[in-house]
């Protein structure tokens, strides 16, 4: 019998304060109109500045453990997708493990920016299907909050901070993660990046003065990029598998403007009721994202139902899942 990874089990964290288009139009020039005619952003949750993005994640690990009735000791391997670690090093997932005692298992990081979830997804999905692991937990978290210059209107109205995380485990039946593509083009280096911090432009006094350890990005050229890709990667992985809009219970989008998604939704052949959607509620939390709309409609998904997930980032990387809901 053919083994698949199947999700379990989602949960997900926001931090308590909450940051509004009203708040943001005392900061900047802006509007709450201005910002939701162009995202459809209205909120986004806030980390207390003195935590790190490990805190986040480590309270969507626990809730999991709890929902899936888990004992710590039973995980196998812990992936955590970010752009926000805590640290360069020691890893993020690392810092989780410990954080809610799981012992000295295996654990790391993946940086593909907003397509980190799906990275990562597709990553943990080969230690279940090759028998090696019972139990992975693959999270999505990020501050992003920690890397937003709070005097650029056109990035400090987009993102916000929060973690989700799934459980996958091994299933003989005909559901699960049943496909997936991932692509990426570095050519998109200076269209979305954060230049301060790495080893070609380590932190100095002229990198903070230069502004360059915040997010950088060229909305028109990245918007275009991701209208274009994320619907037809989408579309692929559909192609792929013979499905129709027909066939779609469900389109989960990485949450980073609501145009995107509706472009996204048009070529699938799929209406506005089909598609997972909280950017009002939650702004782009990067990695978090997918994983935090699976936990907001985990309630309305049925057991066999076709999810189609698909992302877009900095990089650039984009990718598509295909999965069968397992409960």
Not at 26 to 38: H, P, Q
Not at 319 to 327: E, F, P, R, T
């Amino acid at each position: 019998m053919k083994l698949r990874a199947a999700i379990t089990g989602v949960h997900g964290y926001l931090p308590e304060d909450i940051l509004t288009n009203e708040d943001l139009s005392k900061i900047v020039e802006t509007s709450d109109e201005w910002i939701t005619t162009r995202t459809g952003i209205k909120e986004r949750h806030i980390l207390n500045k003195e935590l790190g993005t490990s805190h986040m994640a480590s309270e969507a690990v626990r809730g999991l453990l709890k929902k899936t009735n888990t004992q710590p000791e039973e995980v196998d391997l812990v992936i955590c997708a970010t752009v926000t670690p805590d640290y360069m090093f020691p890893s993020t997932a690392n810092l989780v493990c410990t954080q809610v005692g799981i012992p000295t298992i295996g654990s790391f990081d993946i940086l593909a920016a907003c397509s980190g979830f799906l990275y990562a997804l597709s990553i943990g999905s080969q230690f279940i299907e090759s028998g090696r692991y019972k139990k992975v937990i693959i999270i999505g978290a990020d501050k992003m909050s920690a890397i937003i210059d709070y005097t650029d209107r056109t990035t400090c109205v987009l993102f916000g901070d929060g973690a989700g995380a799934v459980m996958l485990e091994p299933t003989t039946e005909e559901n699960g993660l049943m496909d997936f593509l991932l692509r990426s083009d570095g050519t998109g280096e200076n269209h979305l990046i954060m230049k301060g911090g790495g080893s070609r432009f380590p932190a100095s006094h002229e990198t903070v003065d230069q502004r360059l350890h915040y997010i950088h990005q060229e909305g028109p050229s990245v918007f275009k990029f991701a209208v274009t890709n994320m619907a037809d990667i989408s579309a692929e992985i559909m192609e792929r598998n013979k499905l129709t809009g027909d066939d779609i219970a469900w389109l989960v989008p990485h949450q980073a403007n609501k145009r995107i998604i509706d472009a996204t939704a048009r070529r699938m052949g799929i209406g506005d009721e089909k598609v997972m959607l909280n950017i009002q509620k939650y702004g782009n939390t990067t990695a978090g994202t997918i994983p935090l709309c699976l936990f907001d409609y985990e309630k309305q998904l049925k057991k066999g139902d076709n999810l189609i997930l698909a992302a877009f980032g900095g990089g650039f990387t984009w990718g598509s899942a295909y999965i069968k809901w397992a409960y």
